[in-house]
Each structure stands twice: as C-alpha cells, then as structure tokens.
C-alpha cells in the first residue's frame, strides 16, 4: 500500500472525506480500515472553525495534511484530518475504524476484548489509539502516523452526521455500507448522482478512482 501524501488533503473536504473510506490509517503501529467519517467545512455552522481561529482550534486551519485534535466534552479526544488550502478550516472527523493493527493494545487501553467496540466511536478510536493533544498538529505523513490509501473502493453509504444540532440535515457523514464496527448504524438507498452528497438523508455511492 502507498503512504498518503500531504497533496491529497489539498482539497475540500468534500473530496477528501468519501475517499479516507477504506484508507488504513495506523499509529505507532495500532489502528486499522477506516470505516466512518465526517466532513465539516469553512462555511458549516457546526465547524469548530466556522466562528473563526483560536488557540484551541489553530491547527484545524492548516497547513492541509495535519491533525487537529480536540477534546469533546472534556472527557474524549476527536482526530481530524485537515483538509483544503491554508487558512480555510476544513477537516475530516474521524468516527469509527476496523481494527486491524495492533489490537493487543488496543484491548488493553480500552479494557474490554469486543473487538467491534474498540474503536466504533470517534472517543473510542482515540483511546485505542492513544490520540491525545499531544498528537495536535503533526504531520499525517510522518511517524507517529501512517495513513495509507485504500486497495479498493468500498460500497459507501452517506447520511446526517451525528450529535451535531446546527446543520444536522446535512448528509456528510461516509460509512462503508454495512460494517459491523460503525459507530451507529446507517440507513442506505443507492445514490442517484454524485451531486447528491450534499443532500439531507441517507445514499450509497459508488465510486471510481
């Protein structure tokens, strides 16, 4: 498999988001197939960055290819991928992972052997992972990370994104179409056009590379 380079985050979002489906991202060696993301973009009432830059969200501004880390509720760390030109927040959250690498020692940081819950939720895949803040702004090009691009293209099913009260009807939330290690199911019907992702509802795309 091919590293990602930094150039394939130097998109929107928009872009970026349905094509990490698939993609191995690993951390010190622990992680596995990306299963579930979100997109939020510059304009998006529910971005961290939509009121603008602060100290706690600077890194969700760029340079592309970085990691913004966040932490939710003060209780559990959120990896972001950040995506677009410099200056223009825009990242890619990450919710679930099929574990593949190292999980070992991921059953030890979460305690419990399911394999299904070690990281089927954006707090969950952190804590397999040990993300923390200290994993704020680095490169996802470099150790400590490894995000390799997908062999194929899986089945791919899009809807509203989760927890979110401002723009909930949006459909920029990508799934594999029936993985068991979602972080919540999703209802699917086959995407009419790829214009469609913007949408409110649920779709599946099939896409090509």
Known sequence: ???????????PVHEVAPELVGATLLVE?????IVEVEAYDADDP???GYRGRTQRNAAMF????HAYVYRSYGVHWCLNLVCARAGRAEAVLLRALEPTHGL???????GL???RALCSGPGKLCQSLGVTRRHDGLALDAPPFALYERRSVPD????PRIGISKAAERSWRY????SPFLSRPIASRPLRSSTDRRVAGAHVIGEKR
């Open 46 to 48: 529910a971005s961290h």
């Open 156 to 159: 791919i099913a899009t809807g």
């Open 62 to 65: 760029g340079p592309p290819g």
């Open 175 to 178: 799934c594999v179409a029936g």
């Open 104 to 110: 070992d020692a991921m059953r030890e940081r979460r």
């Open 29 to 33: 060696g622990v992680g596995g197939t």
């Open 113 to 115: 052997d399911d394999v």
């Open 1 to 11: 498999m091919s590293l990602l380079s930094r150039d394939f985050f130097a998109r």
